[in-house]
């Protein structure tokens, strides 16, 4: 990955680009951080080059580009310090996707510009303004759209978790014919820590779902769930009834009983939740296991700042474990009887971590359902869809809006049960 290159002088533009869009994507991660967060080059070798003046050079630029735009910016240290965390390993990990070396930066001089030429904001920075949902027995949240507002809503729910701003281009990709909106949990975002702890509560977590969709006056509410979004895009869906126009449902994770396979990674990760959502003691033990750099295999360092979100705090992990045991623990069955034919499933025969049965038993479940079943493909895939999945999902939201000349394209591996 080669870095920009620079010969002394001004500050490497490529490489300040670079830390920028790394600071837009790790925001979350770095503001509910319970401590300052470290940031080191990838190569030891390289990092063991850096002398004091560079060090503190690195850092001029990280505090620079937080006083510019209002971020909470990590430390830079070399050589590579003992025992750093996942957190911390997955932030040098992208720095050194987005830019390379941080050479550049420790080697110029001069002052440092406010807005590196031609940056395109990323995560949180990309999502259009925040509008504050409020209803009855609900704390309020902020949610998301893009669009037009005279078009039919598409209300997506995230995993639990997950920042917005994780799909701020799912947004921009999907809002050319519909008014697009995702949405974050009150309890994990914002003002989480002046807020009560959760209780766990399935049906809160649907409720947060229909309110967005109330104070945006959907009357037709297409839904997505996206992997542990999916039992709340699916409760709402039944609970929205008729005005639930379509339902797409992207490497669900659901809960259909001991009938229905689940994945080792399904089971030991919900036990762990479990455990740790008892208490904070046993929370703090658990997230000790997560902050194991060993932990980040397989996890593509641009989605890493973003899914490493609700370890980033002690409070907010036992937060976290609370709410997701319950989405994992919470029986789809009932809700999947109310789902509508109109319904598109998407999973992959190789996702080790939901099994591809829970998407093919929802299939099984929901007649006039669409299964498309793709030979390949991650788990973590579908969070950082490529333009097949892209245009995939538009076809089928502009066909169950009734728009000409849309349908979606065949899938690579796909039934529908009549």
């Not at 809960?255 to 919900?270: H, L, S």
């Not at 750099?293 to 036992?318: C, I, K, Q, S, T």
Request: hydrophobic share 45%; charged share 20%; glycine share 10%.
């Amino acid at each position: 990955m080669a870095g920009a290159e620079h010969t002394g002088g001004g500050p490497g533009p490529q490489a300040l680009a670079g830390l920028l869009t790394v600071l837009d994507l790790a925001q979350p991660l770095l503001r509910a951080a319970g401590t300052v967060l470290r940031v080191f080059p990838a190569d030891e070798a390289e990092a063991a080059a850096y002398d004091a003046g560079a060090v503190a050079r690195c850092n001029e630029a990280l505090a620079h580009l937080g006083a510019a735009h209002g971020l909470t910016v990590p430390r830079f240290t070399a050589p590579v310090p003992d025992g750093p965390s996942s957190l911390e390993v997955a932030l040098s990990n992208l720095c050194e996707l987005e830019f390379g070396s941080w050479r550049p930066l420790a080697e110029s001089a001069g002052p440092w510009p406010d807005e590196p030429a031609g940056h395109p904001r990323s995560g949180s920075a990309a999502l259009p303004a925040a509008r504050r949902v409020t209803a009855e027995g609900l704390p309020p949240f902020d949610a998301f759209a893009a669009g037009e507002p005279g078009a039919e809503t598409v209300v997506l729910v995230p995993p639990c978790g997950v920042p917005a701003g994780l799909f701020a281009p799912w947004l921009d990709r999907l809002c050319a014919r519909h008014r697009v909106i995702t949405y974050e949990n009150p309890y994990l975002f914002g003002d989480w820590a002046a807020r009560p702890a959760p209780s766990g509560d399935f049906r809160e977590e649907t409720a947060q779902a229909t309110a967005v969709a109330q104070a945006y006056g959907a009357e037709r509410v297409h839904l997505i769930g996206v992997c542990g979004g999916a039992p709340v895009a699916l409760a709402a869906a039944a609970r929205l009834g008729a005005r639930t126009a379509s339902l797409t449902m992207l490497h669900p994770d659901l809960n259909f009983g001991p009938g229905v396979t689940r994945t080792p990674f399904q089971t030991q990760f919900q036990g762990l939740l479990a455990g740790a959502g008892r208490s904070q003691d046993r929370a703090d033990e658990v997230l000790s296991l997560f902050l194991d750099p060993n932990m980040l295999f397989g996890v593509p360092p641009r989605l890493a700042p973003f899914v490493l979100y609700p370890y980033g705090d002690r409070e907010l992990f036992h937060r976290y474990a609370r709410l997701n045991d319950a989405l994992m623990a919470h029986d789809a069955r009932q809700a999947a009887s109310a789902a509508p034919a109109r319904t598109l499933i998407v999973t992959s025969r190789t996702d080790r971590m939901t099994h591809p049965d829970t998407a093919r038993h929802l299939h099984e479940l929901v007649p006039g359902s669409t299964l498309v079943e793709r030979p390949t493909g991650s788990h973590h895939d579908i969070l950082v869809p490529d333009e097949e999945m892209f245009a995939r999902i538009q076809g089928f939201l502009d066909s169950a809006t009734g728009l000409p000349g849309t349908a979606a394209r065949e899938p690579v591996a796909a039934g529908s049960r009549p």
